[in-house]
């Protein structure tokens, strides 16, 4: 992508119809730490969040994309359902109330989880353009890549899977 917001970005999209498509940037970290969330959102006092432990304290908030970068989105394994949880896939969840930073940071949060602060978005027909135009690499989303932490090797590492060598990638592309 020649946007520098997307630049060697992986993004999971998490919703997709004809309306238009949303996803979440999962290898860009915010500078925003978790513990400062959960005080701003009054989760926790300044205490507690000195108190949270190391599994607590070092998850990552991802930068999701460049829309309402204040809101905040967990992507989540489907073992912890609310009533505003959205099914993304069979084993993906998608939640975006308070109620699951108050479980993560309880310790009763899903077994594998990433949040993000904003989301990248498309209009209607935008992304299967960019798709189209080669803009964009598309694969299933290994689990494992998906939640993992190392983020600055995330898309070295997906292309890896996808069987990609990136000094083969091209910016610009025909069409025969």
């Given amino acids: 992508m020649e946007d520098i917001r997307f630049a060697r970005s992986v993004i999971y999209v998490c919703a997709h119809s004809d309306k238009g498509a ?3 940037i ?9 513990s400062e969330i959960l005080v701003q959102l009054g989760v926790l006092d300044e205490h507690q969040a000195i108190m949270l432990p190391d599994r607590t304290r070092d998850f990552i908030v991802r930068n999701g994309g460049p829309v309402e970068m204040r809101r905040g989105f967990v992507l989540h394994s489907d073992d912890y359902l609310t009533d505003s949880t959205m099914p993304v896939s069979e084993e993906i969840c998608l939640t975006g109330t308070v109620d699951i930073l108050r479980a993560i940071s309880g310790g009763r949060g899903p077994r594998c989880a990433l949040m993000t602060l904003g989301y990248s978005g498309w209009a209607a027909g935008q992304l299967e353009n960019e798709i189209a ?12 890549l998906l939640f993992d932490t190392d983020l600055e090797s995330k898309y ?3 292309l890896a899977h996808m069987g990609v060598d990136p000094s083969r990638l091209a910016s610009v592309a025909g069409h025969a």
Avoid: H, K, S
């Fill in 133 to 144: 135009n080669n803009g964009w690499l598309t694969c299933r989303a290994p689990q494992d």
């Fill in 156 to 158: 070295d590492r997906l």
């Fill in 22 to 24: 949303m996803g979440l």
């Fill in 26 to 34: 999962i290898n860009r970290p915010q500078e925003m730490e978790f």
